[in-house]
């Protein structure tokens, strides 16, 4: 797979939306109807009227999906204000001054409380400094212990959420988050069709969660090249799917896996938090 590592270590994310708006990626768009439901859903439940919901992001990287999440934004709208002649124009330190102002006027009245997690420092910092994030952390959980900031500020997660970079994650993520909650957790991870998540569910159901993946799939991005698109439809097929359709039509796609209490499950069925196709 191309590797975008540069894109994450810019002081903003303008060379984010540059880099990726050609290849239409559009996976932070798959969730974020997908993740209000989820918050809604949540607040309504006897656990959460005592505090808001709190949403963990894990691979948050600028903070795009708590944008889209607590905000009257589209993904279509942040590609179009990124990469305006504007926005272009702009020193970092004037861009953040005025994207305080764009997500201040746009702030929905039922916003979440949401932090972040991403090893990438500068996106972290960026998305703290905005007002996208209550509490970012630059840290990279598979590779370090938590710090005790860390845990202080997840212990009340009730949704985890991932668009992106579930192929980086193991175990070890989720078990340290779902160890320090106080309350029970939901995951919903879009996970492409290349990596395999088994291990990561089998983690979940330890610690009595119910995973389950809905039937269809979801445009993550356009391939960057014909390697990069024989290398999907290979794995995608070794892992006993068909790319018919799908990878082979240009795009990596990605599956909703979303991971519950038994009874949460049962109560609201997966089809009535999905975006409507």
């Given at each position: ?9 810019q002081p ?92 201040a006027a ?172």
């Amino acid at each position: 797979m191309a590797a975008f590592d540069d894109i994450y270590v810019q002081p903003d994310p303008r060379a984010y939306f540059r880099a990726l708006g050609p290849l239409e990626y559009q996976a932070p768009h798959h969730g974020q109807s997908v993740f209000r439901r989820a918050v809604a859903a949540l607040t309504r439940t006897a656990r959460a009227a005592e505090r808001p919901v709190t949403v963990l992001d894990i691979c948050c990287s600028y903070g795009i999906n708590a944008a889209l999440l607590n905000h009257e934004v589209t993904l279509e709208d942040l590609y179009a204000h990124y990469t305006s002649p504007q926005a272009t124009a702009l020193t970092t330190a004037e861009l953040i001054e005025w994207d305080r102002s764009y997500y201040a006027a746009r702030r929905r009245h039922d916003a979440a409380r949401v932090i972040g997690l991403d090893p990438a420092t500068n996106a972290i910092s960026y998305a703290c400094e905005v007002g996208l994030l209550e509490r970012g952390f630059a840290e990279n959980l598979e590779t370090a212990p938590p710090s005790a900031s860390l845990l202080r500020a997840a212990r009340h997660t009730r949704l985890i959420t991932i668009t992106g970079g579930a192929v980086f994650l193991s175990p070890r993520t989720f078990q340290t988050i779902l160890t320090c909650a106080q309350d029970p957790v939901w995951v919903a991870a879009f996970v492409l069709r290349t990596t395999s998540y088994k291990s990561i569910a089998a983690c979940l159901a330890s610690n009595g969660l119910v995973t389950e993946a809905t039937p269809h799939t979801f445009r993550q991005r356009r391939f960057t090249d014909a390697d990069e698109q024989r290398y999907a439809v290979q794995a995608v097929t070794a892992a006993g799917d068909d790319p018919y359709g799908k990878e082979t039509d240009g795009y990596f796609h990605t599956m909703l896996h979303l991971s519950r209490p038994s009874e949460d499950a049962t109560a609201l069925p997966l089809t009535d938090l999905m975006p409507r196709l």
